[in-house]
């Protein structure tokens, strides 16, 4: 709403000096003027609002229905942080699904032998054994002077075993 008032100003100032001192100001105000409304539009909630209308009204064009349009958090819908968050679990999920259909030579390791890889014990909590895994990626990390591919490989599975 901030930014949409200095626009606004911008706009009314480039209109008086246009007016005053030359018409080339005027052809200057329109973008200032159309951004100012843009932002005051979103800021306020109304295109959320439209959006979501459409949307439950099936005004929606074919490409977003066909991307299971969302209209994100702004618009005043509650709770838009949990839904975010639990959208970034499961797409993280997937991702490490997929990494492992794509190694189906790699055998999975059992939670024993993850920890003894990444060298933390029985009762490792979650914060735990993502330092471990950090540290142990850094020190074995390929790109590293002392780094090592197929430990690096062997880390990354093990903290993926404990994960699931």
């Known amino acids: 709403m901030g930014v949409s008032a200095v626009l606004f100003g ?3 100032l480039m209109l008086i ?3 005053v001192v030359n018409p080339f100001f005027l052809a200057v105000a329109i973008p200032f003027a159309a951004s100012a409304y843009l932002l ?3 800021a306020s909630g109304k295109l959320g609002d439209r959006i979501s209308r459409e949307a439950a009204a099936g005004n929606l064009g074919s490409r977003e229905r066909s991307a299971g349009f969302d209209p994100g958090p ?3 819908r ?3 942080g949990a839904d975010a968050r639990e959208r970034a679990r499961r797409t993280r999920r997937n991702r490490r699904r997929a990494r492992g259909s794509r190694e189906p030579n790699q055998p999975t390791l ?3 032998e993850a920890r003894r890889i990444l060298e933390v014990d029985a009762s490792a909590n979650e914060d735990e054994v993502k ?3 950090r540290r142990k ?3 074995h990390h390929p790109d590293t002077d002392s780094g090592d591919e197929e430990t690096f490989k062997k880390v990354s599975r093990a903290y993926e075993a404990l994960n699931e």
């Open 78 to 80: 509650a709770g838009a």
């Open 110 to 112: 059992q939670p024993s």
């Open 17 to 19: 000096v246009g007016i």
């Open 10 to 12: 911008i706009t009314a």
């Open 137 to 139: 990626a850094k020190e």
């Open 74 to 76: 702004f618009g005043g």
């Open 131 to 133: 330092a471990a895994y």
């Open 40 to 42: 005051w539009y979103q």
